[in-house]
């Protein structure tokens, strides 16, 4: 199985500046569609996981444009450019080129 | 809107069965992959099993094969999951979701708790 880490797996900041989470792959995730199927989920508390980012940089309909997705190959990151109190939450890459699909530990945002 | 209801959770004692349901609506169920996926308490998400939209084809992670069956029934929009010899490491909760790789909608979810 692809195996999915994640850096830092807890990130404080401070309301307004910017935030970046890491996500590595253990394989490249290059499908042979052409596509790479590298998603993020954002999970609030008490909340199910919600997509913000897919096929890499592509964000979702309703999601804010601080959020950004980029990457290639087995590296990929998600950028905050603008930390809001609503942010806070735990923060999932998940591969889905592979069978079968993996996440990441998981990314724990919160207010310093 | 996409909107996916699980059902079916509870309590239930190691080596025992739960039977999950999952309502689909607001897309059309019968032309996408359908997965289940869950979440242990306090822990990360683990993805579980996926059907085929006319269900020829059935994948499960290794930790459930033979135990669990997906299932689904297109006329009536529903996604199911069959447990069985439910074990304390089962004890997740388990959210519906549209398609597999590119998943982009999940249920809150229903409580599955293996405990004697």
């Known amino acids: 199985d692809v195996v999915m880490t994640q850096s830092p797996l807890s990130l404080p900041v401070t309301l307004g500046q910017p935030a970046s989470i890491s996500c590595r792959s253990s394989?490249?995730?290059?499908?042979?569609?052409?596509?790479?199927?590298l998603n993020w989920f954002q999970q609030r508390p008490g909340q199910s996981p919600r997509r913000l980012i897919y096929?890499?940089?592509n964000r979702d309909s309703g999601v804010p444009d601080r959020f950004s997705g980029s990457g290639s190959g087995t590296d990929f990151t998600l950028k905050i450019s603008r930390v809001e109190a609503e942010d806070v939450g735990v923060y999932y890459c998940?591969?889905?080129?592979?069978?079968?699909?993996?996440f990441g530990p998981g990314t724990k945002v919160d207010i310093k | 809107e996409v909107q996916l209801v699980e059902s079916g959770g509870g309590l239930v004692q190691p080596g025992g069965s739960l039977r999950l349901s999952c309502a689909a609506s607001?897309?059309?169920?019968?032309?996408?992959?359908m997965t289940w996926v869950r979440q242990a308490p306090g822990k990360g998400l683990e993805w579980v099993a996926s059907?085929?939209?006319?269900?020829?084809?059935?994948y499960y992670v290794d930790s459930v094969k033979g135990r669990f069956t997906i299932s689904r029934d297109n006329t009536h929009n529903s996604l199911y999951l069959q447990m069985n010899t439910l074990r304390a490491e089962d004890t997740a909760v388990y959210h519906c979701?549209?398609?597999?790789?590119?998943?982009?909608?999940w249920g809150q979810g229903t409580l599955v708790t293996v405990s004697s």
């Open positions: 979701a549209r398609a597999v790789g590119d998943t982009d909608s």
């Open positions: 607001g897309f059309t169920f019968s032309a996408y992959w």
């Open positions: 059907i085929k939209p006319d269900g020829s084809a059935k």
């Open positions: 394989q490249r995730l290059v499908h042979s569609d052409g596509n790479t199927y």
């Open positions: 096929k890499v940089s």
């Open positions: 998940m591969q889905g080129t592979h069978w079968p699909p993996t």
